[in-house]
């Protein structure tokens, strides 16, 4: 048996019942598959790999916190310190009921590889709970948040461990968190990213990965002879990730016809409205029928259906393993040229290969949304410095990332005779440099 597949057994033995922690191993090591058996004796004598899959940390805890009728709530929390060899653990926290260990894990073990494709030092973690913050007021969510970190505190740092906002988590919660902390340490340092522009937030960070995306989007198709102007875009999802990526597309040419949520989905042809998309979600925190209902272009549906509108380009910025074989097969034939993930994994294995089978350009997520952790790791540089760079700044230095991103991947690719291939070139250009950090510092 090859060390590749060693490892993986390995893998599901040790882990049992975390489907999205094997899947995501499976990927990543079959795409690493010809850099590991070219070097298969050193990184074998090295654990190498036993080492990669294998957290640095794994941290379980309990929650307890009081609701609005006094009744005591309780959740299960989790924070995974992957790998900390090109820099502090970086990932975001997740709030969701779906949220457990093996997910934590899967999204722990991708952060790593992203983290390293931004080319900033920073390394792999994840965080969360299985708390909903939907339908709690602000209260309750603040009693959550407090009661949680004042456990997660103890293990995390700015130069240790920075967790962000994730599914879940966005502005609010991540002030709570870090008022709690502040009280707690008794320091002001940038220990959470994604904080509010009055205590040491970034410009551009709550953008940053919709628009990463669409960076990365235009130059994946550019560099193969298209151009996203005029093309038509289906996206789904209407969190941070689908709105802003729907603002950035229309804002270079493209037209977006879709977003949908946890009980259904739009389609307006005549493009989706971004100030109404924002009205309905991010202020109402509200479901798309509103949306629907004051856009008379709008046609709402229950379910799942995004994936059978006919595209050019499809970005699925909702959830994992959300794209599946049959909707990568209507993607196909409805002539779809291009699909780049948003969110972490939300194409399944199949459908993946499905898609580059039949000549669609896929872009993975561990590449195509870094821009969130890449300007999360420029403003751990801001709160460094002292200093706040100007929007602008910020979106240009984002831009930079995500194009040379792109390329990173692209010559990986090419190097081991797999051009195109988006997925084996990020993984190997993400692998090849933890593999040289960790093989660097020793047996740690």
Known sequence: MSYVDEVFQ????????QPEFHQAVKEVLESLRVVIEA?????????????????E?????????????GQVQVNNAFRVQFNSAIGPYKGGLRLHPSVNLGIIKFLGFEQIFKNS??????????GGSDFDPKGKSDREVMAFCQSFM????KYIGADTDVPAGDIGTGAREIGYMYGQYKRIKGVYEGVLTGKGLSYGGSLARTEATGYGLLYLTEEMLKCNGHDLKG?????????NVAIYATQKAQQLGAKVVTVSDSTGWVYDPEGIDVALLKEVKEVKRARLTEYAAARPSA????????????????LPCATQNELLLDDAKALVANGCIAVAEGANMPTTIEATEYLQANGVLFAPGKAANAGGVATSALEMSQ??????????EVDSKLKGIMVNIFHSMDEAAKKYNMEGNYVAGANIAGFLKVADAMTAQGIV
């Not at 093309?231 to 969190?239: C, H, R």
């Not at 799942?304 to 509108?309: A, E, F, L, N, Y």
Request: with cysteine; aromatic share 8%; proline share 5%.
């Open 10 to 17: 390995m893998v599901v033995e040790k882990n049992p019942a």
């Open 39 to 55: 070097n298969e004796d050193a990184y074998r004598k090295d654990a190498l790999l036993e080492r990669l899959v294998t957290p």
């Open 57 to 69: 940390r794994q941290l379980l805890f309990r929650v307890p916190w009081v609701d609005d009728k």
């Open 117 to 126: 494709l931004t080319g900033l030092p920073i390394g792999g973690g994840k």
């Open 150 to 153: 004042t456990e997660l505190n």
């Open 231 to 239: 093309k038509t875009v289906v996206i789904s999802g209407s969190g």
């Open 299 to 314: 046609q709402y549906h229950e379910g799942r259906g995004v994936w059978s509108i006919k595209c050019d380009v499809a």
């Open 383 to 392: 709160n460094s410095e002292r200093l706040s760079w100007t929007f602008e």
